[in-house]
């Protein structure tokens, strides 16, 4: 049963700095994608960033570009979303997500992604 597990987050001052971390387990085939969303209250869940471990390409929501940027280490099967310059506005539930990527095609389509972690909350006070 694949799990997905974020971990990081917390509360910072608007300038501020995050990173939050992600790992899927459970799979006997390779998770390729793995990505970040985020929700607010009231708001539809949004794509941050995404990458495709195999081919390293990533993508990036509009508003979290040059301030965002994901990462990952394959050998621990993890991925990492370092926030920089933080606003109140990022505050959300950062949510992982991981899928197969048979099509190696990345997005930010909800209905793309089969697995979803618990999520983790992100704050930033101005």
């Known amino acids: 049963q694949v799990q997905v597990v974020e971990s990081g987050g917390g509360s910072v001052q608007a300038g501020g700095s995050l990173r939050v971390s992600c790992t899927a387990s459970?799979?006997?085939?390779?998770?390729?994608?793995l990505g970040w969303f985020r929700q607010s209250p009231g708001k539809e869940r949004e794509g941050v960033a995404a990458i495709n471990s195999p081919t390293g390409n990533t993508i990036y929501g509009d508003s979290v570009k040059g301030r965002f940027t994901i990462s990952q280490d394959n050998d621990k099967n993890t991925v990492y979303l370092q926030m920089n310059n933080l606003k109140p506005e990022d505050t959300a539930m950062y949510y992982c997500?991981?899928?197969?990527?048979?099509?190696?095609?990345?997005?930010?389509?909800?209905?793309?992604?089969?697995?979803w972690g618990q999520g983790t909350q992100v704050t930033v006070a101005s």
């Open positions: 997500a991981a899928d197969f990527c048979l099509l190696d095609i990345l997005s930010f389509d909800l209905d793309a992604w089969n697995y």
């Open positions: 459970g799979s006997l085939y390779a998770l390729k994608c």
